[in-house]
Every structure is written in C-alpha cells, then in structure tokens.
C-alpha cells in the first residue's frame, strides 16, 4: 500500500533563532520518491523529522494517504508508531549484538504477524536488498553498504504507506556511494513506496528523485 503526503505551511520554530523551517509546503504522489535538496542547516532534516512524528511543528499541516497526523491549529499530533512509516538514518542504526535476520526481523514483532508470515517477509525483504544469503551473518561482520542494506530491509520489511530517508548514503565512501544510490532507486520502485528523501548532494538527487525541491 502507498500513500500520497501533503506538507502545507510547515513551520518549526526551536526556543531560540530564527524558525528551522517557515512556511514549507510540497506534496509526494503515491508512489513517488521526492528528493529534498540543500545545503547542512537548512532545515532538510527536522522537515523529515516532522513529518515523522519525531519533532512537533510549531504551524501547518501533515497529512498522509488523506488523514491528518499534525495540525497545532486543531490539536492533532499522531504518535510516530501510527503513521506507518519506516525510516533509513545518516548512520545504520543496526544492533550489533544481533544478525542480520534478527535486525530485520525485530520491527515486526510488535506486530501481530505469525512466525512463519514474518520469516516469508524478512526473506522477502533481504532478497530486495540483495542480502538473502548473509541472514545469519553477524551484522558487525559486514561492509558499510551491506550494513546501511540491513537498515534499508528493516525499514521496508513491514510494507509501511511512506519511506523517510535522510542521508542514507552520507556515511559510505565515494565509490560505494556512486553504485548504491542506483541499487537504490531500483530498490524503491520495486517496492512501489511513497518516499522522500534527503540530500545535499545534487547529483544523488537527480539519479534518485523523481521529483526534487529545495
């Protein structure tokens, strides 16, 4: 299932400053990967963050797939955990302590997904991302790409409406970058998810986005 996400007038105003952001809006049709674009401190991240649950917006609206999920005017702030959304970090946020399976397994069970059900959905998962065969496989024994691939496969795992990506190539080295964005792009349009993305780097943009604002 996808999902259409609308940001009208977001305003994020911290305790002191000038606001984090003012007045944002833009839309991501279902389906789609829009790309934010800009430089560090422009306000990219705490726009995803709002849009995730994890900040609260200070004016505006968020609706996603047509409901509501922040508005301060009328008092609607939706928890994070229902807005089925998942979500890829600058660094990997693995556990190191477990395998890969285990990383990609854990976020549906607090789900009510039978045993057997999940096992078909992480394997699903792992295949997309191209890891089937490295589930047992301690995550710390891993490369960077194949580790942000496990966070990659835990975000997608449950088949949330709307993806949230910030920066999730940023911590790879340049080569490493240059050929996971493109696994990337085929990734997501195999999944069919809504997605928005950010970055500063222009190029990561235009590859991964179907539509960009900055």
Known sequence: ???TLEVTELRKQFAVGRPAIDGVSFS???GEIVVLLGPSGCGKTTTLRCVAGLEHPTGGEISISGRVV???ARGVQVAPRSRDLGM????YAVWPHMTV????????KHRKISRTEANRMVEEALT?????EYGDRPVVALSGGQMQRVALARSMVYRPQLLLLDEPLSNLDAKLR????DDLRVILKQTGMTALYVTHD???AVVLGDRSRQ
């Not at 240059?178 to 964005?181: G, K, W």
């Open 128 to 132: 997309l991302v191209g890891l089937s």
């Open 202 to 204: 222009q190029a990561e």
């Open 1 to 3: 299932m996808t999902a």
């Open 88 to 91: 890829v970090f600058q660094s």
């Open 178 to 181: 240059l050929r996971l964005r």
């Open 101 to 108: 399976r285990q990383n990609v397994i854990y976020p549906l």
């Open 70 to 72: 922040s508005s301060p």
């Open 28 to 30: 991501v049709p279902a």
